[in-house]
């Protein structure tokens, strides 16, 4: 929806390349006009953030993917951006402090930190819109539904209910000021425990590390099996990678609390005791 | 999404235009290609069902809509078609025995008979599909869907859940030949002291009428603050009609049991005894 909306016919907008989400983003895009990438990890196997690149003013909009599930990499800063800027936070939205202000478009499904699937939040500047010179199938028209106040369709009434019980629940814990720091919390345990084990490595980039999804392998993959083994024993579930990285990969979405995390690092001391 | 996955470039499409959902699906239709009208019972406030028309065999499909919530009226036979014939079947599916053969496309919201909102039923016969010459966005191609087994994108798994807790429970006891005959007894009980009482009549042509949502006003709509009244009292909720139309409209969706129609039924007896 984001080019339908804002690319104009005949108009140019920029993407960063840092995964499989930017990377449907962009195909699809190019569905509708011309695609710039002025950036992309691909060369490391999406391992960081691109940083130091130069955003045209000429663009119609910026196109950012805050957190990358499957890489485990997270945008620490936002670019400056003389465009819109227009960001993916479907994986880490409402798990840190962000500044609204720097943002003309931000888009996330609800599945990660806000509720269950079944619905999209949209923030939008309203003075972006209507540009693109397209007539515009109401669906897909931002202005619809900001005109029929999210309800220019049947609203899925079950997954925005739910959403809002779990922001009341943030919001009476101490909101994202809070939940940014158990988070920070979380992950820090974690990534700890990977440079500090010997058996284990993280495969990101130190300094864009995400806080939501942490990624690692061994040093030794013939040893997966028992590591396996071990932390399935412990109750632990879904930790194996995408399947399109392999390895492993912790989720510390919102909701899962620190002890979960404890768990694991446990497992981890206790396989590097066994088998180092 | 019809007309994106069905009308060719430069194709047109036919379709029957019985209420608001027709023509919402006529406006957007005529965005990506040329529309044609078979018939219209807009002369008539959409208060029958358009017969006798005929369909060309040049059509890329042919669009009707099986149930109109808001004026109360229902196709109780379809025509044969020779091009794919499409139904927006939101209201009333699985209401009745339908012959899936006669159809390339059936297409409902789950919010009426399937479970809560937020997801949508396509049953399509593939073979009409990827026709059209069209660059397909992949959120939009019934191909992607299918190709992704409705896992194209993250389902919303609470609606699609409660729909297969409903339609186990429609099954249980004893499916859609069950529910047609309960539904047709809750509707003929009401038509029935609709076309009895001297206070009320029906809206639609009695030929035409849907079993879904029945339509009725008074003849002297200075009468109807006394009967709002006396059906609030019996504690039933949401009768007022459509806002576009006025009068009453009594929805009887699968989950409404019998007896609720009778309260109605008794109240509407009552108002007459007393206002007659």
Redesign the interface.
């Known amino acids: 929806m984001v080019p ?1 909306n804002l690319l104009k016919t005949n108009g140019t907008a920029g993407y960063l390349n840092t995964g499989v989400w930017a990377a449907k983003a962009i ?2 895009a190019k ?2 006009g011309n695609i710039k990438i002025l950036a992309s990890s691909e060369d490391k196997k999406f391992s960081y953030v691109p940083k130091n690149y130069e955003i045209p003013k000429e663009l119609d909009y910026f196109h950012i993917t805050s957190n990358n599930t499957i890489y485990g990499t997270q945008m620490k800063q936002f670019p400056g951006s003389p465009v819109p800027l227009v960001c993916d936070m479907s994986s880490d939205i409402f798990s840190r402090k962000v500044n609204g202000k720097n943002f003309a478009l931000i888009y996330a ?1 609800a ?1 990660k930190n806000m509720g ?4 999209t939040m949209i923030a939008v500047k309203e003075d972006i819109l209507g540009k693109t010179g397209r ?5 897909l028209d931002y202005k619809a539904h900001i005109k029929g106040e999210s309800m220019y369709n ?6 925005i209910y ?1 959403s809002m019980l779990t922001l009341r629940w943030l919001k009476k814990n101490g909101g994202v000021e809070w939940i940014e720091k158990v988070n920070e919390k979380k992950a820090q345990l974690l990534y700890e425990e990977i440079d500090r084990n010997s058996l284990f490595k993280g495969t990101t980039e130190k300094t864009d590390r995400s806080n939501m999804n942490v990624t690692f392998v061994m040093h030794k993959p013939e040893q997966e099996p028992e590591f396996d083994k071990l932390w399935k024993e412990a109750d632990i579930s879904g930790l194996r990678g995408h399947r399109d990285v392999g390895g492993y990969r912790a989720s510390l979405y919102n909701a899962l609390p620190i002890e979960s995390v404890k768990v694991l690092v446990d497992v981890m001391r206790e396989f590097e005791k066994r088998f180092a």
């Open positions: 339908y195909k699809e569905m509708l499904g599945q269950p699937a079944g619905t007539t515009m199938l109401s669906m049947t609203p899925p009434v079950f997954p739910v």
